[in-house]
């Protein structure tokens, strides 16, 4: 079975562009969330969907990030204008929720992105 | 207040033995869960172990095993046998209640030597 896949894997660009990244979730799953891996701050939630609805999107540091979930099999990151502070990894994941319990989460490779 | 703490920056074990990773959780509420995230080198995040605030019983996965301690709110990550693939960073997780968000700790990096 594919696991959580994202796109693209690495990702050079030039601040002031628009990054825009991909992630598939695993079939079935309900639960998708983007994280953001950085040496400073580790491992943080940016936003999680549940059944394509965003439900906490706390973590989004700022307006330059957006993130969409137009169905539940794809999910875009975006930011406008991209900033060299938003180098970092970007985690997507998914999990089947089902209420209180036990509710592993899937990661997807990430998506190293370098913002010169 | 940190929800996550992993007080151990790095650890250093020989191949064939047992080792232990620190974690300590902050949460009010009853029902929450725990996990333990390897990372290795190549960067992907790989489940290990969960265990349920409710479980009376101890998680183990193989030759990993989570000592719960509920009063001392810890949750610690026993390593048997270390293998030289074991070598990577350790995270260790916390969901609270009915959300599904994840709050992580900052880490510990083990390296298991020969």
């Known amino acids: 079975d594919a696991g959580v896949i994202q796109s693209p894997r690495h990702e050079v660009t030039e601040m002031g562009q628009e990054v825009t990244l991909r992630c598939k979730p695993i079939s079935g799953h309900n639960s998708l969330f983007w994280y953001r891996q950085t040496m400073m701050r580790g491992l943080e939630l940016l936003i999680y969907?549940?059944?394509?609805?965003?439900i906490d999107d706390s973590g989004m540091p700022e307006d330059r990030f957006s993130a969409k979930m137009p169905n539940a099999s794809f999910s875009t990151l975006k930011i406008q204008p991209s900033e060299p502070r938003d180098s970092a990894v970007y985690f997507c994941?998914?999990?089947?929720?089902w209420g209180i319990g036990y509710n592993e989460q899937f990661f997807g490779p990430g998506t190293r992105l370098t913002v010169l | 207040a940190q929800k996550i703490t992993q007080t151990q920056p790095g650890m250093f074990v020989q191949e064939k033995e047992a080792v232990t990773l620190d974690c300590t959780y902050d949460t009010s509420d009853q029902s929450y869960g725990l996990f333990w995230y390897k990372q290795p080198s190549s960067g992907e995040m790989i489940f290990l172990i969960y265990?349920?605030?409710?479980?009376?019983q101890n998680a183990t996965e193989g030759r990993y095993s989570l000592n719960f301690q509920k009063a001392r709110k810890s949750a610690n990550l026993v390593i048997s046998a270390s293998q030289l693939g074991d070598s990577a960073m350790y995270f260790c997780?916390?969901?609270?209640?009915?959300?599904?968000?994840?709050?992580f700790g900052t880490g510990t990096r083990l390296l298991v030597s020969p």
């Open positions: 265990q349920g605030s409710y479980d009376e």
């Open positions: 997780a916390m969901r609270e209640g009915s959300f599904q968000k994840l709050v």
């Open positions: 994941a998914s999990s089947f929720a």
């Open positions: 969907f549940n059944n394509n609805v965003p």
